[in-house]
């Protein structure tokens, strides 16, 4: 059963659940997609990179965004190869990007990182001086999609 999931708690969930997002760009006149770790909060995606390259390049040409998580729930065979399945759960984001600026906001979004990756080590709080080698960048969405195959007898 293909359904849309609308109900935000629904789509919070598949998002803190993923651990890898693909993030689409237009880099250098072409498609580019990058999968990352990345942390869901106030409604935005927050990720860290580099001082350089081309995904960095894409993002300050302040063009828009794409970015993916999915959930893989079970593969369907069938006695027909053309009618395989998969019971999956999805969400598309389409928004803008933009590098943090102010290192308390950059602190913060590397500490929701860490509270999402690192919940079960113990680790000292990331140094002031750490945020001089690392961009934090965050996406803002301007439309969030959510759909769902699964079967008909789970609900949403």
Not at 102 to 122: F, G
């Given at each position: 059963m293909k359904?849309?999931?609308e109900d935000k708690d629904q789509i919070r969930g598949i998002l803190d659940r993923a651990l890898v997002g693909r993030l689409g760009l237009i880099a250098d006149e072409e498609p580019y997609i990058v999968p990352l770790n990345f942390a869901w909060a106030n409604d935005r995606i927050y990720f860290h990179?580099?001082?350089?390259?081309?995904?960095l390049v894409a993002i300050s040409a302040d063009r828009p965004v794409c970015f993916e998580v999915d959930e893989l729930l079970e593969i369907v065979p069938n006695e027909q190869a053309c009618l395989f399945t998969a019971y999956y759960r999805s969400v598309i984001i389409t928004g803008t990007a933009r590098l943090l600026e102010d290192d308390s906001e950059k602190m913060?979004?590397?500490e929701?990182?860490?509270e999402k990756y690192?919940?079960?080590a113990s680790y000292a709080?990331?140094?002031e001086h750490a945020l001089a080698i690392v961009n934090v960048c965050e996406i803002t969405p301007s439309q969030i999609t959510a759909k769902a195959n699964l079967p008909?007898?789970?609900?949403?």
């Amino acid at each position: 059963m293909k359904i849309w999931i609308e109900d935000k708690d629904q789509i919070r969930g598949i998002l803190d659940r993923a651990l890898v997002g693909r993030l689409g760009l237009i880099a250098d006149e072409e498609p580019y997609i990058v999968p990352l770790n990345f942390a869901w909060a106030n409604d935005r995606i927050y990720f860290h990179t580099g001082l350089e390259g081309r995904k960095l390049v894409a993002i300050s040409a302040d063009r828009p965004v794409c970015f993916e998580v999915d959930e893989l729930l079970e593969i369907v065979p069938n006695e027909q190869a053309c009618l395989f399945t998969a019971y999956y759960r999805s969400v598309i984001i389409t928004g803008t990007a933009r590098l943090l600026e102010d290192d308390s906001e950059k602190m913060r979004a590397i500490e929701l990182l860490l509270e999402k990756y690192a919940a079960d080590a113990s680790y000292a709080p990331p140094p002031e001086h750490a945020l001089a080698i690392v961009n934090v960048c965050e996406i803002t969405p301007s439309q969030i999609t959510a759909k769902a195959n699964l079967p008909d007898t789970e609900p949403g």
